[in-house]
């Protein structure tokens, strides 16, 4: 199958599930974003800021970039004019770098607080009782050009499906808890990202409303920089 029929295909299932599908174009090169573009595909994710921005500015401006990787607080003003909705943000000190960016691109940017539910040392991310006390304090408060509009999270590497759920799971019960204990006012916390190319499935079931998916869209990657590939 083609790119574009992949597109089309996947469009087709998540769409009549209300689930939010994010092309993830890491590695890839622009002529095959361009054509995911081209089947109606208008959501990208990329992990790495230098690559988010030179794709951005060689693609149509109807986009929504998000960032998915992990992001060090020096690269934020890179894509602090543009970005649609970062995924991955886990630390405070984060938040208030993208905040200042926002602030001074006269903007709101929307975020997702990357929850820890994995049983891997190498997973970026907060744990629970660090999103709670990132949320409850006072510093957090005081942020008024960022807007948390939910959670991300990425499960084990593992074969077993029993463990996937479980996370996927157990992230669903925290957001819900979140959402009523911060955000019972703020209907704009409705976005649960998890979800990708071998576990989607498994994550719609227990709840994902955003599936980010790369290999089954594009292909295997098998070289790292998109340049090349
Ligand atoms: C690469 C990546 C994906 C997509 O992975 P696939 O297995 O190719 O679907 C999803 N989420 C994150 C955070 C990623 O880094």
Redesign the pocket.
């Known amino acids: 199958m083609s790119i574009a029929d992949n597109i089309t295909a996947l469009k087709k299932e998540t769409e009549s599930l209300n689930v939010a599908l994010l092309a ?1 174009s ?1 590695t890839k090169p622009i002529a095959d974003l361009q054509e995911a573009y081209d089947a109606g595909q208008r959501l990208f994710g990329e ?1 790495t800021v230098q690559e988010m921005v030179e794709k951005q500015e060689a693609l149509p401006k109807d986009i929504e970039w998000h960032l ?2 992990h992001l060090q607080s020096n690269k934020v003003k890179y894509i602090a004019p543009f970005v649609s909705l970062i995924h991955s943000v886990d630390s405070l000190k984060l938040l208030h770098e993208i905040n200042k960016q926002a602030v001074k691109n006269n903007r709101v940017i929307d975020c997702l607080l990357q929850i820890y539910i994995a049983d891997e040392e190498t997973k970026f991310g907060l744990g629970f009782d660090e999103a709670i006390e990132l949320l409850r304090c006072e510093e957090f408060a005081g942020l008024k050009n960022i807007r948390i509009r939910g959670l991300m999270g ?1 499960a084990t590497n593992t074969e077993s499906q029993k463990q996937i759920r479980d996370e996927y799971h157990e992230l669903k019960t925290f957001f819900d808890g979140i959402k009523l204990s911060f955000f019972r006012k703020e209907g704009s916390f409705d976005i649960l990202s998890m979800g ?3 576990d989607y499935k498994l994550a719609i079931e227990q709840g994902s409303n955003m599936v ?5 869209i594009f292909g295997t990657r098998v070289v790292k920089h998109w340049k090349n590939n």
């Open positions: 993830v890491k992990n998915i990787g990425i990708m190319s071998s980010r998916l790369g290999s089954t």
